[in-house]
């Protein structure tokens, strides 16, 4: 089936501007995850929503991120006002119910001019 | 100190040799590691996942936890040039809860294995 997709694939935006990334996880999977992967580093968590549930919100790095999630479908990563250091691939993931198998996308590369 | 501790390497190695990548982690509530392995401009893709301390082994790759040292490796064998990536440990609390599949990652290292 369908994995996990990600939209756009790279986003060149000029510093101040408001930028949104697109996630479609895998039918049926009730859990979904943000990440941030800045150049040569580890994944850092952003965001985390399970079903119905409130998200967790605690890796989100300032006011400017906010993320949105329509039922178990589509989610939205919607950073503002975007700085330099903002520049970054931002990974989707997607599990079954939570658990630690985590199905990643190809990532948004963001650059911020 | 980060949580989970990687290093970057670069590591290179022959075809055939015996790879050994390890993390160190510093939260005695991880209960569940994971390795992803993730190629160029793709998003990483889960390799082992085992739950507490032990041995897994899945063809030529074997991962390893030692809780009493907070330490996870993962060995590959008689390894090829189509594993040259980036290998990223990640471990999680797991048991429920808000910290439930919250994966925290390592640094990543970069294999390389030429022919």
């Known amino acids: 089936g369908a994995g996990v997709s990600q939209s756009p694939s790279n986003k060149v935006t000029e510093k101040g501007k408001d930028v949104e990334l697109r996630c479609d996880p895998i039918s049926g999977h009730t859990a979904l995850y943000w990440y941030r992967q800045r150049l040569g580093q580890g994944l850092e968590f952003l965001i985390y929503?399970?079903?119905?549930?409130?998200?967790?919100k605690s890796g989100l790095p300032s006011d400017r991120f906010s993320a949105e999630r329509t039922g178990e479908s589509v989610s939205t990563l919607t950073i503002q006002r975007t700085q330099q250091e903002d520049s970054a691939v931002y990974l989707c993931?997607?599990?079954?119910?939570?658990?630690?198998?985590?199905?990643f996308g190809p990532g948004t590369r963001l650059l911020v001019l | 100190q980060k949580e989970v501790e990687q290093d970057p390497g670069p590591l290179s190695v022959p075809e055939g040799a015996i790879v050994s990548l390890n993390c160190t982690y510093s939260n005695s509530a991880f209960q569940y590691f994971m390795w992803y392995r993730q190629y160029s401009r793709k998003g990483p893709e889960l390799l082992m996942y085992?739950?507490?301390?032990g041995n897994k082994e899945d063809g030529r790759f074997t991962a390893q936890v030692d809780k009493s040292s907070k330490y996870i490796s993962l060995f590959i064998r008689d390894s090829q040039p189509s594993d040259s990536a980036t290998y990223l440990c990640?471990?999680?609390?797991?048991?429920?809860?808000?910290?439930?599949?919250?994966?925290?990652f390592g640094q990543g290292t970069i294999l390389t294995v030429h022919p």
């Open positions: 085992t739950y507490s301390s």
């Open positions: 990640a471990s999680s609390p797991g048991g429920g809860g808000t910290s439930y599949g919250k994966l925290t």
């Open positions: 929503f399970q079903g119905n549930s409130a998200p967790d």
């Open positions: 993931a997607s599990s079954q119910t939570g658990g630690e198998t985590q199905y």
